[in-house]
Nanobody, 124 residues
Framework: QVQLVESGGKLVQVGGSLRLSCAASGRTVSSYAMGWFRQAPGKEREFVATIGWNGVSTYYADSVKGRFTISRDNAKNTVYLQMNSLKPEDTAVYYC?????????????????WGQGTQVTVSS
């Protein structure tokens, strides 16, 4: 079993930056792809970014490409999401997810473990 705990979400102004962290425990996730998803009120959970097991392969949703960066530190069993140039439409609960695949996919169904989420609110 893998437990995931997100942190770093808060209220931020438009154009600001945040770094989310996702700490994994229970077992090492260094051989697994990791992803970030988000869910706004009244909307379905949507893909944000994913990173492969070795940190080389990354993939982003078009809506965040060029503004968000996913990274991982396998020695710390932690994944990060650096978010820059934040917009009001980025407001959502952000979830970290772990897939037992080596390379991540932009689909909720390919992830086996999920965190509880962290709230990001972008205020104008």
């Amino acid at each position: 079993q893998v437990q995931l705990v997100e942190s770093g979400g808060k209220l931020v102004q438009v154009g600001g930056s945040l770094r989310l962290s996702c700490a994994a425990s229970g077992r090492t996730v260094s051989s697994y792809a990791m992803g970030w998803f988000r869910q706004a009120p009244g909307k379905e959970r949507e893909f944000v970014a994913t990173i492969g097991w070795n940190g080389v392969s990354t993939y982003y949703a078009d809506s965040v490409k060029g503004r968000f960066t996913i990274s991982r530190d396998n020695a710390k069993n932690t994944v990060y999401l650096q978010m820059n140039s934040l917009k009001p439409e980025d407001t959502a609960v952000y979830y970290c997810a772990c897939s037992t695949l080596l390379i991540g996919a932009p689909s909720v169904s390919t992830y086996n473990y999920w965190g509880q989420g962290t709230q990001v609110t972008v205020s104008s």
